[in-house]
């Protein structure tokens, strides 16, 4: 069992830069791999990055790519996005999520644990 904490949105202007974090409890595996995810009103939630904890391996959304930073950091069970040059676009709320043997990591159904989102708001 894997439990995720988000934290770090806020409301920010265009521009402006955002880090957020996902703590997880629970032993993250190698096997694992950690996500962040979107969902804006009225819209499906839409992938925005991932890694593989194993090491490695990174995926973007081309929509965040250039933009946005995913990272890790194991001896503290904690994946951050760092984001960057912040659009009106990007709001929504944010969701960390994590799967156990992921072979596609960009994709929502693949992930078994979802924190409870953290609202990143851009206005113009």
């Known amino acids: 069992q894997v439990q995720l904490v988000e934290s770090g949105g806020g409301l920010v202007q265009a521009g402006d830069s955002l880090r957020l974090s996902c703590a997880a409890s629970?032993?993250?595996?190698?096997?694992?791999?950690l996500g962040w995810f979107r969902q804006a009103p009225g819209k499906e939630r839409e992938f925005v990055a991932s890694?593989?904890?194993?090491?490695?391996?990174?995926f973007y959304a081309d929509s965040v790519k250039g933009r946005f930073t995913i990272s890790s950091d194991s001896a503290k069970n904690t994946v951050y996005l760092q984001m960057n040059s912040l659009k009106p676009e990007d709001t929504a709320v944010y969701y960390c999520?994590?799967?156990?043997?992921?072979?596609?990591?960009?994709?929502?159904?693949?992930?078994?644990?979802w924190g409870q989102g953290t609202q990143v708001t851009v206005s113009s």
């Open positions: 890694l593989r904890w194993s090491g490695g391996s990174t």
């Open positions: 629970g032993r993250i595996f190698v096997r694992y791999a």
């Open positions: 999520a994590a799967g156990w043997a992921v072979v596609s990591p960009t994709t929502r159904d693949e992930y078994d644990y």
